[in-house]
Nanobody, 115 residues
Framework: QVQLVESGGGLVQAGGSLKLSCAAS????????FGWYRQAPGNERELVAD???????NYADAVKGRFAISRDNAKNTAYLQMNSLKPEDAAVYYC?????????WGQGVQVTVSS
């Protein structure tokens, strides 16, 4: 059974930091590309950052220079380090993993940023 389990969300003041983790099981982790997405109320789910199986990263303009995506193949875990958080970063953050025709999602984790 494939599972992607996010953790690390919570409430933080504007300017603060959080680190999200996405622990994967049931897949060959190193084969998969991973991405972090977010969805705020009333908005569509949007890509925040992704990282390829080779470690190539890509970021949404809104988070460039503040967020960093990484992966640890030995731990079957992908991360999203979020710094200098802004109120507009508040959303449910989802981890997604994909390889060829297979795509999986985590259940999401809430990030709340107080101003």
């Amino acid at each position: 059974q494939v599972q992607l389990v996010e953790s690390g969300g919570g409430l933080v003041q504007a300017g603060g930091s959080l680190k999200l983790s996405c622990a994967a099981s049931g897949i060959s982790f190193s084969f998969y590309n991973f991405g972090w997405y977010r969805q705020a109320p009333g908005n569509e789910r949007e890509l925040v950052a992704d990282i390829s199986r080779l470690g190539v990263t890509n970021y949404a303009d809104a988070v460039k220079g503040r967020f960093a995506i990484s992966r640890d193949n030995a731990k079957n875990t992908a991360y999203l380090q979020m710094n200098s958080l802004k109120p507009e970063d508040a959303a449910v953050y989802y981890c997604g993993g994909w390889y060829r025709e297979s795509r999986y999602w985590g259940q999401g984790v809430q990030v709340t940023v107080s101003s």
